[in-house]
């Protein structure tokens, strides 16, 4: 590394100017509402992670830093984000419960977990191994892990970044993939059902009306005594769990028993 004055290198000076950018770039990605926004922020980090990579002696790194994560990664979901939409904002209402509590808690575990990582290396020199892994060179070691000894690990990772960007265009825009009915629409279909199968074009009726209980499990009676099969729920017809209908009906049988007798009475004193 060139020293450019006593006790101070490149590597120093270009850490000193990326890392405050860096910092200020992060914490924009924090605190922006904006999605894009956010995207082109985290894009600004990776740029200043490839700088200090190339500040370290590490071509290769700063390579796939700027060409896999910064532009392709990362402009992979800038384009997963835009194209959700960019003009929804999120509920700030909690939809799995404790899910705040959770991420401070995993957050915090990192955060000792990189400043106990951070302290073994300070403490304890350097990985072991390094030097041995990197015998034959660094790129040839890096592509015998990649390609030799973790390529099936690898190949999955590929595929699991091409899945989730695909898994969240078809839950954003799942509706979009049926047939969208109008008000018009729909009333056109329930009278094509009137028309062709006899269906009744209103509103089902509800459970237990004109019955002796007003009960989910009850099916609707109709004045006439029959019954209004579309008033109860399939699931309790699978279950078998509805009230029986017969007894139901015993009253109103009932009741146009003694209508038709009291009206055959008065018919013959006539």
């Known amino acids: 590394m060139m020293s450019l004055v006593p006790l101070v290198t490149a590597g120093d000076v270009a850490f000193w100017i990326t890392a405050p950018l860096m910092a200020l770039l992060a914490l924009g990605f ?4 904006k999605p894009v926004h956010s995207m082109v922020y ?3 980090v990776m740029i200043g992670l490839a700088v200090l990579y190339a500040a370290q002696d590490a071509p290769f790194l700063f390579v796939v830093q700027i060409i896999v994560y910064t532009g392709a990664i990362l402009m992979l979901f ?3 984000v835009m194209l959700i939409g960019v003009d929804v904002r999120d509920s700030v209402v909690e939809t799995i419960k404790g899910h705040r509590v959770t991420a401070i808690l995993v957050s915090l575990g990192f955060g000792i977990l990189l400043i106990m ?3 073994q290396a300070a403490v304890f020199g350097g990985p072991a191994g390094l030097e041995m892994a990197n015998a034959g060179g660094n790129i040839e070691g890096l592509a015998k892990l ?3 000894d973790y390529f099936l690990l690898f190949e999955i990772t ?3 970044l091409i899945i989730a960007p695909m898994g969240a265009i078809v839950l954003t825009h799942g509706d979009e993939l049926k047939r969208r009915v ?3 629409g729909s009333a056109q279909e329930r009278a094509r059902a009137y028309a062709e199968k006899g269906q009744h074009p209103g509103p089902r009726s509800n459970s237990g009306v004109f019955a002796t209980a007003n009960s989910i499990a009850v099916p609707a009676l109709l004045p006439d005594g029959s019954v209004a099969e579309d008033s109860l729920s399939q699931a309790l017809l699978d279950r078998g769990i509805a009230v029986d209908v ?8 009932a009741n146009y028993a003694q209508i038709d007798q009291t009206h055959a009475e008065i018919q013959g004193e006539k």
């Open 30 to 33: 924090l605190v922006s509402r």
């Open 42 to 44: 985290m894009a600004g």
């Open 78 to 80: 800038l384009f997963v």
């Open 117 to 119: 990582g951070v302290g």
């Open 146 to 148: 990649v390609f030799e």
């Open 158 to 160: 590929a595929a699991l």
């Open 182 to 184: 109008s008000q018009w």
């Open 246 to 253: 017969d007894r139901l009906r015993r009253p109103t049988d």
